[in-house]
Every structure is written in structure tokens, then in C-alpha cells.
């Protein structure tokens, strides 16, 4: 469902309207120019015993539009309630013992939904205890909430309030299938990250990082960075970080410390082998229709939701040809029998599972769920 003016009342009603049972879990995505009055709208949903979560985020997507005004909601059959999880202090990070997941006897493997603070500290550390505790028995889905000008603020919520610094975490009992690609290609490296502190990079290969990152880009582009240009340049040369068998996992330049240090969009490990990369328009967008044909169903079953997880700094790429690459999503999925409308979000950061083997926060990327029972 979406809904083009979202505010308290409107909200309530179009809940209200979807008739919840018990067991289901209501999603709802807000675009950031259309922040309701979220402590009424939790004490009206608490009101009604219904049982919700959701975010704000820079823009939300409704088939092949984006908006930053407005709200997406869905209704999912849920096992157990939203967990809010805290993770601004690494040492108190606690992943809750799902015990509704747990005693579930089946063979399918379910979904889990997790929207997080995409400016909060300690992403990775918590991703890395989510995949401790489930491991590859469910499918991971998701995206960083919060606000194109990256400022820190209150972005997610759930009957327990409003929330930075935070996760919450979903059970879905639906099965689902994922495309995770981004398009962009390598351009310059391999580089070793050889001095990093989360979010920063200090050094590559032991020089500083900035200017190696400075040299490749200015002889390629013929432009140069100034005091004020760093992410009008950047965006168009993002860094990825190896993974053996899939695409390289992208990581935005979002800006520079004072000191001179590159800020990414995600966490960068001491010592990981980094490329520069590049793209052109086109390879985005094929990767985006790629992403949606990876997002097999099995024959017949009957399909629930198609979710879209995307990052912002695609839109901001693309600008007016953004559209495109939504049409292509559009053009890609498998089921042309299905009536069901693609919706989702840009994000600042996305959330996948990666095959078999790895739960990822990434950047600069297309992520397409299908989820069908």
C-alpha cells in the first residue's frame, strides 16, 4: 500500500484498513519530507493492538517512482514481535534468543527483516552477532533509515518508541529470494587498507589515503578536488572491498575529516584489499534489472511481496534517469503473472544475505526480495 500524503491519521487509517490478525506485523516506510507525529502515531497503533515498525528514510519507492514524500505500507505474517535492539556500545550489543523462531519445525527457510540507523556506530560488529545467532538458516533483508543530509536523528520506531542508534529486527514466517548487484566496476588497485578506524580510512598501501585516492581520480576524471567538490567528484568513484565469488562489496566516499581522513558509507577492516571503482549510467541501471531476474520463485508458489532496498547515492547519480533503472527492477522481475507492485526505499546502506556465506551491510547497491509462502 502507499500512500502519497502520510501523516498521523492517514496512517492509522490505511493500518486500521488492512484488518491485522494476531500474528501479523505491520511495516510502514516513511520518506523524510512527511515525518508524522510518531509518538501519537505509536500511541494509536498501541491503542489498537497492532503490531508495527518502521522508519524514516530519504526516499521511498513505489513501482517505477521514488518519492520523499509519503509511506509504504505492508502487512507480513511475523514470528514473535519487532526486537529493538541498541547498538551504539559495542560491549552491550545483545541479539535477543528469538525463542519463537527457534520453535518453529520446518523446512523452509524464512526472512528476517532488519532496518537500522544507517549513521549509527557498530553496524558491522552487530550485523557479524545477528549472523552468530541465525546463521544462514533464515534469508537477511534490509537498509540503513535516516536523512539524505546524513545527519544524526531519532529514525526508527516501534510500539516501544522512537529510536537512533538502534536495529530492529524482524521475523518473517514467508520464504524469499534476493538479487544483491550494484554495476560498478574496478577502475584502479588493488589497494590495503592499511590504517582504518571504522568508518575511516587513514592509508592506503601506508601512504595517506587521501592522496592516493586523490592522484587516480584527478588523472582519470581531469578534475580536480577542492575544498568544497569532495563528494561531487567521490560519487562517481566509489571504493570496493574484495569478496571472493560475487561482487565487490561498495563502500560510498562520503566525504573528509579535517584531518584528511576518507569517510565511507560503511565500515572498512584493517588491512582489506580495496579497489577504486567506477560506472557508467548504463551498467547501473542492467545491474538493477539483473538483480531483479536473480529473484527466482519456485513454480507454484504464490508470491506475497516484492521489496526493494536501494541506496540513495544511485538516485543521486542518476538523477533524472533514476526512473530508469526503477523500470528496469520492474522490467526484470520473473512472474509476469504477479500482480503485486515493487515498493521500498533509498537507504543510507543495504542489507543482504550474500549466498551462503556472508550477512552484509552495503553500499551503492540494488537489493530486490521477493518473499512468497
Given at each position: ?95 535477543p ?37 541465525l ?45 544483491v548487484?550494484?554495476?560498478?566496476k574496478k ?67 562520503v ?6 581522513d ?8 584493517g588491512?582489506?584489499?580495496?579497489d ?50 526503477l523500470?528496469?527492477?520492474i ?23 550474500l549466498g ?16 512468497y509462502?
Amino acid at each position: 500500500m502507499f500512500l502519497a500524503e502520510a501523516n498521523r491519521d492517514s496512517i492509522v487509517e490505511a493500518v486500521s484498513r488492512l484488518d491485522t490478525k494476531a500474528d501479523e506485523v505491520v511495516m510502514i516506510l516513511i520518506g523524510e519530507d512527511s515525518i508524522p507525529d510518531i509518538d501519537g502515531l505509536a500511541d494509536d497503533l498501541n491503542e489498537k493492538e497492532i503490531c508495527f515498525f518502521g522508519g524514516i528514510f530519504p526516499g521511498i519507492i513505489h513501482g517505477e517512482m521514488q518519492f520523499t514524500k509519503g509511506a509504504v505500507i505492508r502487512k507480513m505474517p511475523g514470528i514473535g514481535r519487532p526486537a529493538v535492539v541498541s547498538i551504539k556500545e559495542p560491549d552491550f550489543i545483545k541479539i535477543p534468543d528469538f525463542e519463537g523462531f527457534q520453535n518453529i519445525e520446518s523446512g523452509a527457510k524464512y526472512t528476517t527483516i532488519i532496518l537500522i540507523d544507517g549513521m549509527a556506530p557498530n553496524i558491522g560488529l552487530f550485523l557479524s552477532k545477528m549472523l552468530d545467532k541465525l546463521g544462514n538458516s533464515v534469508n537477511y533483508f534490509g537498509g540503513g533509515a535516516g536523512y539524505q543530509s546524513m545527519k544524526k536523528d531519532f529514525c526508527l520506531f516501534s510500539s516501544e518508541g522512537f529510536f537512533n542508534n538502534a536495529a530492529i529486527v524482524v521475523l518473517v514466517k514467508l520464504e524469499s529470494s534476493l538479487g544483491v548487484r550494484h554495476g560498478w566496476k574496478k577502475m584502479f588497485g588493488p589497494f590495503v587498507a592499511t590504517r582504518t578506524d571504522r568508518n575511516l580510512i587513514s592509508e592506503f598501501n601506508w601512504e595517506n589515503a587521501f592522496e592516493v585516492y586523490r592522484k587516480a581520480i584527478e588523472n582519470d576524471s581531469g578534475r580536480k578536488f577542492s575544498e568544497n567538490n569532495f563528494y561531487d567528484i567521490a560519487k562517481e568513484y566509489p571504493l570496493g572491498l574484495f569478496r571472493e565469488g560475487c561482487e565487490n562489496i561498495g563502500r560510498a566516499t562520503v566525504a573528509l575529516t579535517d584531518d584528511g581522513d576518507i569517510i565511507c558509507g560503511g565500515e572498512v577492516q584493517g588491512n582489506a584489499v580495496v579497489d577504486i571503482l567506477g560506472g557508467k549510467k548504463e551498467s547501473l541501471i542492467k545491474a538493477a534489472q539483473m538483480a531483479a531476474e536473480d529473484c527466482r520463485v519456485p513454480e507454484g508458489r504464490r508470491i506475497c511481496h516484492y521489496l526493494i532496498s536501494d541506496c540513495i547515492s544511485r538516485a543521486l547519480l542518476l538523477e533524472n534517469d533514476y526512473p530508469e533503472e526503477l523500470k528496469a527492477i520492474i522490467g526484470g522481475i520473473q512472474s509476469a503473472d504477479s500482480e503485486e507492485i515493487p515498493e521500498g526505499v533509498l537507504t543510507l546502506g543495504e542489507i543482504s544475505s550474500l549466498g551462503e556465506r556472508y550477512l552484509e551491510y552495503l553500499n551503492l547497491t540494488t537489493v530486490v526480495m521477493v518473499l512468497y509462502e
